[in-house]
């Protein structure tokens, strides 16, 4: 069975961390963490997920944890790539033949999830080289979501073993996309993405990207998301079409909204350890942070 090499690079997620380092090792046979800030705007919101990583690979030689130089950090875009590609050669895994699974701290899967993947992988002649998950991903608390897919997976080639064909700003895997197998949302991921600290998201947006200005997304999370009222919705929905022209809760397209432009209503459990968390209980994570 070909191997699966694990790859996370975190900050300011404290609340989810450890329970995303119990999945990597559940999921990969090889696992590389690191915790860095990426810019030196968001070193502002250090909280204990260093620690935590740390307290965690003590206890699980399976993790490995990266260092990467301070005065490296320059955003978000270009450092992760560089973060990802120093894991690899690090990797003891790393050959033909066998995959890599990127992680956020914040994505989580359904337990059926991993045989889907095996399914895939298990096929010599298989024509997928990537793995796209289907997602819920979770707006103001665990109850509301917009549907989305992330790539996650990526099988190495001849072509990779060269340095210049890994991974690329920001974040991208550089290989030829030969075919992309879909993991559907049903058993793919849940993505909590916006329930972690809105500031360090907005000060994230600012910073991603050397080049490029995010002025829209800073915008929708001040005018939108810190104002949207789940008990009425159809009036923010509208501010936001009359914003950024577009009918749902989000500032773009790559997130789907019900026919109405609404959140949609998820009633199920969510995985163990995510329930056992007692995150579930919070009913307005932006209040937990204040925003």
């Given amino acids: 069975m070909n191997k699966i090499i694990g790859l996370m690079a975190c900050w300011c997620a404290e609340d989810w961390v450890e329970m995303s380092l119990r999945q990597m090792c559940e999921l990969c046979d090889e696992v590389f963490v690191n915790v860095s800030a990426h810019s030196p705007s968001m070193e502002q919101f250090a909280d204990s997920t260093y620690e935590r990583v740390?307290?965690?690979?003590?206890n699980n030689k399976k993790?490995?944890?990266v260092e990467v130089d301070n005065f490296n950090l320059v955003n978000h875009s270009m450092v992760k790539a560089n973060i990802f590609?120093?894991?690899l050669t690090k990797s003891k895994l790393f050959e033909i033949g066998n995959w890599i699974w990127t992680f956020d701290a914040d994505e989580?899967?359904?337990p059926e999830a991993i045989d889907h993947v095996r399914n895939i992988m298990s096929f010599t002649d298989t024509p997928f080289n990537q793995?796209?998950?289907k997602e819920r991903y979770f707006y103001i608390d665990t109850r509301h979501f917009l549907k989305g897919d992330h790539n996650r997976l990526f099988k190495i080639?001849?072509?990779?073993?060269?340095?210049g064909f890994r991974f690329v700003p920001t974040q991208k895997?550089?290989?030829?996309?030969k075919s992309v197998a879909f993991i559907p949302m049903q058993v793919g991921m849940f993505h909590y993405g916006m329930l972690l600290n809105p500031f360090a998201k907005m000060e994230f947006w600012k910073t991603e990207y050397p080049d490029k200005t995010q002025s829209r997304k800073v915008m929708w999370l001040d005018k939108i998301y810190r104002n949207y009222d789940l008990k009425n919705e159809d009036f923010w929905v509208l501010e936001n079409e009359k914003?950024?022209?577009?009918?749902s809760p989000w500032f773009a397209k790559d997130f789907e909204p019900d026919s109405n432009g609404r959140l949609f209503d998820y009633n199920d459990s969510h995985i163990k350890m995510i329930e056992e968390s007692g995150l579930t209980k919070i009913n307005d994570f932006r209040d937990k942070f204040g925003f």
């Fill in 85 to 87: 590609n120093k894991m």
């Fill in 108 to 110: 989580f899967y359904h």
């Fill in 63 to 65: 993790v490995n944890v």
């Fill in 173 to 177: 895997w550089s290989a030829t996309t």
């Fill in 157 to 163: 080639e001849p072509e990779n073993l060269n340095l």
């Fill in 54 to 58: 740390i307290e965690f690979s003590v």
């Fill in 131 to 133: 793995i796209l998950f």
């Fill in 243 to 247: 914003l950024f022209n577009i009918k």
